[in-house]
């Protein structure tokens, strides 16, 4: 939006501020409705799914899940291109993801052992290369792409190949950013990976550019397990890297061994906002999960990983004609570890009745920043064609796809200050402009 301030506000206005309960301000919401009752896409808690043997998703949103980790073990292409049996199999499991209203973390290995061996180079790039056009089309339902492909479970380790040489790295996370649409994401399993291929870390100035450098984020697999998190951080300044660098990626992973008093809540919770997590698996290790449950932190990461938009105020006008610009003030705080990092477009929302009106305004979610408060000027030409009358005012953040921009699963909804319509995907806020001729 546009600068603060005046916002471009003059006669009457309505204007509403709310203290609601933040964790970054002491405060405790997470047995509450706007923590238990609110279910946001590409964050979160997620579950393990196989893509290549799916079953049912259907319970998982219930269960306060939008998010799935999908293995797809190819140990059976190691010698032999990506053929169209693969293509289909892959398509149909992102459709059921779809159908079911999530999102998945996909990772694609040959090692499903630590001794097994992965494929030579020039077969990675190419079944990289050939699984470019499933990638293209079902990006809408990626969270984003684990790296796979290399060592071990695709953990980036043990490679029978020499993948985890540098020079083979880079070549793997060109091919990987190279199959992604321009505006998705992959992981690296080391932040020294990720700074030895493209340097770093980000900045505000180089987060979110389309870049190489602004596209790939954090894999941690054996969070808190050791001191040096099972040897994801070997090398001097590579964890300050990763701090620094993860406030402008997706993070996430899972723990891989009850490691107390590091891996207990204290600890945990610390770690999670120091690294601007914004996934974790349930499935794996559960003993730490179970921890955390026990210790009574769970309900609370549960709540904070990702986004987590408050409403603190919005200012707007009384009255607007047919036609002019509405400009309103809004104020949002992320209470969560970490920003949304995937694009999405952001309308004001005009509604009267059963009548909705949208238009798009200038904003990026991706910038409200975790443990601020951002304050935006959303102006929005009123259509010429609009009936005069009473309307509510509301704010649409749906998922950038066409497929799926429609789809009220997908929209992110705002924590407090605003009134859920599940519907639609609009929040509507406690504010109405009158439009006249």
Known sequence: GGPPGACGLSGATVERSYSPKLFAAGADPSGDAECSGVLNPERGLFRFTDLRSLGSLSHLRGEGYTLIYGKVLIDDYRTRDIDQDLVDQLNASFAAVRAAGLKVLPRFYYADTGTAPDAPLDRVLSHIDQLKPVLERNADVIAVLHPGFVGAWGEWHSSTNDLTSPASREQIFDALLAALPSDRMTLARRPSHKREAYGGPLTEETAFSGAPLSRVGHLND????????????QLPGEKDYAIADSAFTPVGGETCAPNPPRSQCRSALDELSLHHWSFINTDYHTDVIDGWRSEGCFE??????????????????????????????????????????????????????????????????????????????????????LPPGDYRLGLWLPDASERLRDDPRYAIQLSSGAAWDGASGVNLLDAAVRVVE
């Open 222 to 233: 054996c969070f808190l397990a050791s001191a040096d998190d099972v040897g994801t951080y």
């Open 300 to 385: 609370t990461i549960a709540c904070r990983l990702g986004y987590r938009f408050a409403v603190m105020g919005h200012a707007s006008p009384e009255q607007v004609g047919r036609g002019q610009p509405l400009s309103l003030r809004l104020r949002l705080f992320n209470d969560g570890y970490a920003r949304a990092y995937n694009p999405r477009p952001v309308y004001l929302v005009l509604q009267q009745g059963e009548a909705r009106r949208v238009v798009q305004v200038d904003a990026d979610p991706r910038r409200w920043a975790p443990g601020e408060e951002s304050e935006l000027c959303l102006e929005a030409q009123i259509p010429a064609d």
